[in-house]
């Protein structure tokens, strides 16, 4: 399975590029603006970050250092609230 949901074979090397420029290095911090949008495992970019944090623990025995997501409705689809919200 590739990176995400591709149409083409520019789009599997596109991703694939940025996956390898991201696994070169050992200290990733994931920030998400619009997070509400990929919130589901079934979303393509949560697979994207799961298979990236995957790979950094093979390559450096750490995964993604952080992620911070940002969002004006941190809602699921139903209008749960996310249980990671912090308010100021």
């Not at 390898?20 to 589901?40: F, G, P, Q, R, W």
């Not at 790979?55 to 990671?84: H, R």
Request: overall charge negative.
């Amino acid at each position: 399975m590739e990176l995400s949901e591709v149409h083409n074979v520019k789009d599997i090397y596109q991703e694939n590029r940025i996956k390898e420029v991201l696994t070169s290095c050992s200290n990733i911090m994931i920030l998400k603006d619009e997070a509400h949008h990929i919130y589901s495992f079934e979303k393509a970019w949560k697979k994207i970050l799961l298979s990236l944090n995957k790979d950094l623990v093979s390559a450096y025995g750490k995964g993604i250092n952080m992620e911070l997501d940002f969002s004006a409705t941190p809602k699921t689809e139903t209008g749960a609230l996310f249980p990671w919200i912090i308010v100021d």
